[in-house]
């Protein structure tokens, strides 16, 4: 339900949920930890090609959830990544897969903290890539703190890149993905108390923790404020894919996305944006 105020205590409450849900994520078939451990590439065709090529080059990741997608940007070359996130166990996790796919910290650090707080906790005070994807920024209250965050973090020279859910699906039933029936432009906030996790939604796992908090961020809003931090917008693309069952409409598709049924007009799912910073 939308709630005009974040109750009170809605951070640590996210963190608590997000803390108990690691565990679950790890076993789970939808993270696939032992396929990738055994080397799957969790990241979308899409990130792969916008990003381009990174070998050489350092990358942050915020809000990195176990470090799957964080660890893949080494794999695919990266010369030093750094995942953030403000789940311990989260990070904990992210820094024995690292371990387990012989990373050295010199070669792949993870820490603990907030997003916020990202230019006094990570190792470096500037990378050539800041990334950061799916199911990110909702979790922030505000969106210009967060862009102005990311882009100091952005070396001279480097960019910012951000995949993200299209803020666009929250305003549609969940059934059908076609009748509108939230606003898009609301400043409230979605407070859910929906046990288990959406890695495993029919298993019907019992949790406690099960309150959170999350803003919506009208893509006006992202774009304007990532201009607004000072870096220069490349692109802003929007993709007819996601990467879950967000509709009950949704079909999906033997590449892992999940898209509209071919005879039904399309929303945009997903976005992504990149963002430079000039060089020195
Ligand atoms: C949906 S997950 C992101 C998944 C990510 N795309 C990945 O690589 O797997 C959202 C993450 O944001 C983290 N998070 C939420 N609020 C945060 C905050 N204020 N500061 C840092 N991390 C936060 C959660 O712990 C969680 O790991």
Redesign the pocket.
Same mark, same amino acid.
């Given at each position: 339900m939308y709630a005009s105020q974040p109750p009170e205590g809605w951070?640590e409450a996210?963190?608590a949920r997000?803390d108990e849900r690691v565990p679950l994520h790890a076993a789970s078939e939808f @993270?696939g930890l032992a396929d990738f451990r055994a080397g799957k590439d969790?990241l979308r065709d899409f990130e792969l090609a916008e990003v381009g090529d990174v070998t050489g080059r350092s990358l942050l990741? &915020?809000?990195?959830?176990? +470090?799957? $997608? !964080?660890l893949s940007w080494a794999r695919h070359g990266a010369s030093r990544v750094v995942g953030? $996130?403000?789940?311990e166990p989260?990070v904990e996790t992210a820094r024995t897969l690292a371990a387990d796919l012989g990373l050295g910290p010199d070669r792949a650090a993870f820490v603990a903290? $907030?997003? @916020?707080d990202a230019a006094g906790a990570v190792p470096d005070s500037a990378y050539d890539i800041v990334y !950061? +994807?799916? +199911?990110?920024l909702c979790? &922030?209250p505000d969106i210009d703190r967060w862009a102005e965050t990311a882009a100091a973090l952005v070396a001279p020279g480097g960019f910012l890149y951000l995949a993200e859910f299209h803020p666009l699906i929250d305003v549609f039933d969940d059934e059908t993905g076609s009748r509108v029936i939230n606003d898009y432009f609301t400043s409230d906030v979605w407070v859910d108390t929906t046990p288990g996790t959406y890695a495993d939604i029919d298993a019907g796992i019992e949790t406690v923790h099960n309150r959170s908090v999350e803003w919506q961020h009208p893509i006006g809003e992202v774009v304007t404020a990532i201009a607004k931090a000072g870096l220069r917008i490349e692109f802003l693309h929007e993709h007819d894919v996601t990467l879950n069952q967000r509709y009950g409409t949704l079909r999906r598709h033997d590449d892992g996305y999940y898209r509209f049924p071919a005879d039904r007009p399309r929303i945009p799912l997903m976005y992504s944006i990149k963002a430079s910073k000039p060089a020195a």
């Open positions: 951070y996210n963190r997000w @993270y969790p990741h &915020l809000q990195c959830h176990m +470090g799957q $997608d !964080t953030l $996130d403000f789940s989260a903290a $907030d997003a @916020y !950061t +994807g799916g +199911g990110a979790w &922030l």
